[in-house]
């Protein structure tokens, strides 16, 4: 007789990262740590390692149709993490498969703004994921710049900070989480806005490591496993946040390559759960 227990299944839907310290590399790390099942859907291909970018070569929206396909028709979805969409078209794409196939626990993490401060997306494609896919995502991650470049003006403090949770929510997110890394100071503060409840504020000491290379990836991947897990969003923010704080910690003394060096993301791995 045909097993029905399944591993916890989570989808990237990103670019790679050659260097293998963000995009969908960091992203089946984090899965794999979290006893997850990962499965990804590539949108572009880049030449990177610590030191920066050198170049992208973008994924045919075919193949990009077919990886989604592929795996969802045959292996199926619990949760998925969206990064890296660089072109109006590959959002159209991805948020076309989203529909067809109903995908659930759609964690979008918003890639604008790449490392060097260079702005990654244009005007176009900012208004087509806004339309697109905020809709469609039980969360988004944006960080300070790409939340500054979504609601047009710097936030320079956290009362800037909830004024954007807020104007994110009226643009059609239906949650999000807003990463205070960039701000100044040895206390960073995130913020999750739902509407539902009253925005809260998650405060930590600051982790002091040159080592944070992929921590957007990592920490909206860990999120979509925690989601993939069963766990309410709220539980599945917190969980990630401190599965991130103890990736970096660990990281934190290691040397890979010359530049901003990845987390270390086994510091602890858990076996692959499995689900009746």
């Given at each position: 007789m045909?097993?029905?227990?399944?591993?916890?299944?989570?989808?990237?839907i990103?670019?790679?990262?050659?260097g293998g310290?963000?995009?969908?590399q960091a992203?089946?790390?984090?899965i794999?740590?979290?006893g997850?099942?990962?499965m990804?859907?590539?949108?572009?291909?880049?030449?990177?390692?610590?030191l920066?970018?050198?170049?992208?070569?973008?994924?045919p929206q075919?193949?990009l149709a077919?990886?989604?396909?592929?795996?969802v028709?045959?292996?199926?979805v619990d949760?998925?993490?969206?990064?890296?969409?660089?072109s109006?078209?590959t959002v159209?794409?991805?948020?076309?498969?989203i529909?067809?196939?109903?995908?659930?626990?759609?964690?979008?993490?918003?890639?604008?703004?790449?490392t060097?401060?260079?702005?990654?997306m244009d005007?176009?494609?900012?208004?087509?994921?806004?339309?697109?896919l905020?809709?469609?995502?039980?969360?988004?991650?944006?960080?300070l710049d790409?939340?500054?470049?979504?609601v047009?003006?710097?936030?320079?403090d956290?009362a800037a900070?909830?004024?954007?949770?807020w104007q994110?929510?009226?643009m059609?997110?239906?949650a999000?989480l807003?990463?205070?890394?960039?701000?100044p100071g040895?206390?960073?503060g995130?913020l999750?806005?739902?509407?539902?409840?009253?925005p809260?504020?998650l405060r930590?000491?600051?982790i002091?490591t040159p080592?944070?290379?992929g921590?957007?990836?990592?920490?909206?991947s860990?999120?979509?496993a925690?989601?993939?897990?069963?766990?309410p969003?709220?539980?599945a923010?917190?969980?990630a946040?401190?599965y991130?704080?103890w990736a970096l910690?660990?990281?934190a003394?290691?040397r890979?390559?010359?530049g901003?060096?990845p987390l270390?993301?086994?510091?602890?791995?858990?076996?692959m759960?499995?689900?009746?």
């Open positions: 045909k097993s029905s227990a399944q591993y916890p299944r989570v989808l990237s990103a670019g790679s990262d050659s310290g963000a995009g969908i992203d089946l790390k984090t794999a740590a979290l997850c099942y990962g990804t859907a590539i949108t572009a291909l880049t030449a990177q390692n610590t920066g970018v050198r170049s992208i070569h973008s994924v075919q193949i077919d990886q989604i396909d592929a795996v028709e045959d292996i199926g949760a998925v993490k969206i990064g890296m969409l660089h109006a078209d159209r794409t991805v948020a076309a498969a529909e067809r196939h109903r995908l659930p626990r759609i964690v979008l993490d918003p890639v604008m703004v790449a060097s401060g260079a702005v990654l005007q176009e494609v900012i208004a087509v994921l806004v339309r697109e905020f809709p469609k995502a039980m969360l988004i991650t944006p960080n790409e939340a500054a470049l979504l047009g003006r710097p936030l320079a956290e900070m909830e004024a954007a949770g994110l929510l009226e059609g997110a239906c999000v807003l990463k205070g890394g960039h701000m040895d206390i960073v995130d999750l806005v739902t509407g539902v409840v009253p809260q504020w930590q000491p600051r002091a080592n944070t290379h921590t957007g990836c990592t920490l909206s860990a999120i979509a925690y989601l993939a897990l069963g766990l969003l709220p539980v923010v917190d969980q946040r401190a991130v704080r910690a660990a990281g003394s290691v890979t390559g010359a901003s060096g270390n993301h086994a510091f602890a791995p858990l076996p759960r499995v689900k009746a």
